[in-house]
């Protein structure tokens, strides 16, 4: 099996990238944004952790297979929140009178 | 050795006012539960049976990774320290499901001990899962497509696929825990602004796909046996083959089954419900085509196609009866009672641990090179029956009729059964008591076993000497031939050989 061989350059931007967010959610973090505060830390952190996959662990170069594999614990873990979701975002669906509210 | 915190469990359940004080059965039957489900059934097979033959069955040499391998053995070791460790230190009384916010705020037991324990083996479960992975994809023999692998194989990929999706959550759950009752961080306990449905959500995301960790690798097992046994190939090969995945998939998609009536929303317990009713096609697929394959075979009743038998036949009860409990309705009636005890009892022993024993004894002559006494064994395979079935049905019938589980004192009309179910456990740690002495004997006295005493299909069994040397082939083998080729069809011609 053959490795590209990733250049310097390309890890120095990836770890400047990493260090930037890093910056930027201490910052963001000391602005009042109400729930924004929130869905922006998580985004940054999921860009961080992309970056890191990609470059870091080299799942960039690898085959098909590989980022199968990674595509696959992703997509498990959304399997996890949408039917945790499901349950916490249906419970007060049931109209009228129910066994503990009558 | 570990089922016997249930034995004295049994025991304890002769009398309706109970042997022992109730806050040492709560301790037995949880230390009963975390060893079995997390210590034998989930590494049972996978690390046994299956650590040993699969390489020899794709025709590889080792495992992808075999110093991994020692790891996930040493961590295994590490992690049964901290469990053993927890019992001897006085107990848990959780139940092996450690539900919040009980675990994580009430009980004054060694939670956090078992739960790092759990923790723990968790890694040897993942990295055994890797493993396996990675040596089907990577070191299959020349002519090994994935349309001739051993269904034990499948079962095993299936498997592992399950521990390496799932495991982490369990981990992430016990982390969770740990926090909470430690750093009394709110997460599952309300006092904390917590919720306590989150864990269970949490838990049984890996617990119910781990039940298919304990059952897949029995199922590959059975495969063989009725295959080599009824000297035909496996009807419906592809079936059974993406069954195993279709059950590893389809079993991450069912856990809310376990929360009907803890609070869950009526909704999403309706898709639980039906998805759970889908995950028994394949199955479903699967005893029927064993049924099939048996139609009209040569079938033989060596003591390996008799524990495939009680496996067929048990594992089949204890998956309808699992209908029974995927139906919202009626799982209301019986939630918490014997009929679930009964129900999971029919599956992990009746099916796991009969394939498990029907595994150990068909490949024991490769594995140590000697023939075990097969009157012996035979008769210990009839004692496993009668025995297990005279434990568990009658818990059904105590389920149905509203004996709860996890008590340690019941009322009076339920004795009868009770001490039918005490006899059947008694009668059941005879049965497994008589395979650990004579396989035991004939590891080191019994008579020298051929190469092949079954006359079996699978490179395993083509391989020499045995039993194998630790690299298992000196030449790389060929696989030229459809798997489970009993028919006899014509060997493809190697070109350019």
Redesign the interface.
Known sequence: MTHQVVPVRAYVAVFLALIILTITTVVVSRIELGEYNFIVAITIAVIKAVLVILFFMHVKQSSS?TKLFVG??FF?MA??LV??L??????G??PGATWWRS | MWAAPSRWGWLNLLTPKGLFAHDTYNKLFTMHGIIMVFFFLVPSIPATLGNFLVPPMVGARDLAFPRINLLSWYIYIVGGIFAITAIVRGGVDTGWTFYAPFSSTYSNTHVILAAIGVFVSGFSSILTGLNFIVTV?KMRAPGMTWSRLPLFVWAHYATSLIQV??TP?IAITIVLLGMERVLHAGIFDPALGGDP??FQ??FW?YSHPAVYIMILPGMGVISEIVACFSRKSIFGYGFVAFSSVAIAVLG??V??HH?FVAG?????SM??SFISFLVAVPSAIKVFNWTATMYRGSVSYDTPMLYAFGFIGLFTIGGLTGLFLATMAVDVHVTDTYFVIAHFHYVMVGGMVMAYLGGVHFWFPKITGRLYPEGWAKFAALVVFVGFNLTFFPQFVLGYLGMPRRYAAYADEFQILNVMSTAGASILGVGYLIPMIYLAWAWRYGPKSPQNPWGAKGLEWEQSPTPPPTFNFDVPPVMNEPAYNYSGEEKEVEIGR
Do not use: T
Not at chain 1, 86 to 91: A, E, L, Q
């Open positions: 297979m696959a614990g498990w399997i996890l039917f945790i499901s349950d916490y975002f249906s419970r669906w049931l | 994809h999706l799932g959550v449905i989150l959500h949490l995301f991450f998609l856990w809310g929360l869950q929303s009526m909704y999403a898709v639980f």
